[in-house]
């Protein structure tokens, strides 16, 4: 992806390219404005894989933010934030496949502030508690999530009485390894896969190209 000067990349407006260029003759990086109010010089590279987003202050505001509020960033209100955003944003994740592969995003004002992510879901101590959404094909934003324990967390999930994984679709043999099965014109179809994971991000597949969505 290109940038070029206007556009936006998270709080950084796009200005004029500097006059040094790269050896093949492009434009090696942009002086931005940054919503913040500061000037910066940023790698051309860098906007376009939207690597740099602010001047800075969005990293101090998060690391900031947490020790001003709560003294650790090792709490678990902290833990859970960064895992939240981990398991949708980055690849190398092992549940990724289950979240940001699946399009589950974070609402924006939570992404940029772990400040404002506590005041909007609360802070809690009680180690049984994870962070868990409403509805589960839902993304992170205010309405959709809350603390629970995970016995509440298994029965949102809950799919049919002899379902074992608490995925709908997904079933666990004798084997050890698991049963992906969709209904499509009235017939089930069922693959086995060895790896739990691999069988959830199957079954998403099948539904969105049977059914169109992940909400039959
Ligand atoms: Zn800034």
Same mark, same amino acid.
């Given at each position: ?12 407006? +796009? ?16 002086? #931005?404005?940054?919503? #913040?109010?500061?000037? +910066? ?9 939207? *690597? ?17 509020? *709560?003294?650790? /960033? *090792? ?12 398991? #949708? ?5 092992? /549940? ?28 809690? &101590?009680?180690? $049984?508690? /994870?962070?868990?959404?409403?509805? +589960? ?17 298994? $029965? ?18 004798? #084997? ?13 179809? &069922? ?21 169109? /969505?992940?909400?039959?």
């Amino acid at each position: 992806m290109q940038v070029t000067t206007g556009d936006r990349v998270g709080r950084l407006i +796009v200005g004029q390219p500097t006059r040094k260029t790269r050896k093949n003759g492009t434009i090696k990086a942009f002086e #931005c404005q940054c919503d #913040c109010g500061s000037n +910066v010089v940023v790698d051309a590279y860098n906007l376009a894989n939207r *690597h740099t987003q602010s001047c800075g202050c969005l990293q101090r505001e998060r690391t900031s933010g947490a020790k001003r509020l *709560h003294g650790a /960033s *090792h709490t678990k209100p902290y833990l859970a934030w960064q895992g939240m955003l981990d398991r #949708c944003y980055n690849p190398k994740n092992k /549940s990724y496949p289950l979240y940001g592969g699946r399009g589950v995003s974070v609402y924006l004002p939570w992404v940029e502030s772990y400040t404002r992510f506590i005041e909007d879901v609360g802070y809690k &101590t009680d180690p $049984r508690l /994870s962070l868990d959404r409403i509805d +589960v094909n839902g993304n992170y934003e205010p309405g959709n999530v809350r603390w629970a324990t995970a016995t509440e967390q298994a $029965r949102n999930r809950r799919a049919r009485h002899d379902n074992n994984t608490g995925v709908n679709g997904v079933v666990r043999n004798k #084997c050890g390894s698991f049963d992906v099965s969709i209904r499509v014109d009235g017939k089930q179809k &069922t693959r086995r896969v060895r790896d739990f994971l691999d069988a959830v991000a199957l079954r998403y597949r099948l539904e969105r190209e049977h059914w169109g /969505s992940n909400n039959p």
